[in-house]
């Protein structure tokens, strides 16, 4: 396993649509395994391919349970709304406020190419659409309606130290 370097906004690949997956091989266990531990080491809850310059549909999500490896994501169904504060390592040191769909079913490939289904709520929501937005192109920003001030991301962080 490797570190991939993340690829920040400014990069034209985080604005490409990315290609679906048709080769389950070893370079795709690679990436998988490499993007894993790419996201752990940026204390991240969320990364796609292209944040690491690999214009392929695939994500890997942990929001504290364990990796979730989705390979050609593609949402089916949203319910319901959420409301909350969203960032993206891509855009380092930054934090918006986004609208996003409260419940999502979605279905993917894991690294042998089977289909399963996942029926998601909350942070895990959220990041499902946040990540399916990369593989077509989008960063969250794009959709955010507004930034946080330094005093509460100060405030935020604040609040975490005491955990
Ligand atoms: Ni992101």
Known sequence: MALRKILTQEEATLHKVCREVTKFDSKLCE??????????????????????????????????????????????????????????LSVPGEYWLVKRPSVVKATAQDREGNWFEIEAEGLIARCICHECDHLDGHLYTEIAYRKLTEEEIASLQGAEDEE
Do not use: F, W
């Open 31 to 88: 990436l998988l395994d490499d993007m894993t531990e790419t996201l752990y080491d940026a204390n991240g809850v969320g990364l796609a391919a292209p944040q690491v310059g690999i214009l392929r549909r695939v994500v890997v999500i942990d929001t504290g349970d364990e990796v979730v490896e989705m390979v050609n994501p593609k949402i089916l169904e949203t319910s319901g709304e959420q409301d909350g504060m969203e960032g993206c």
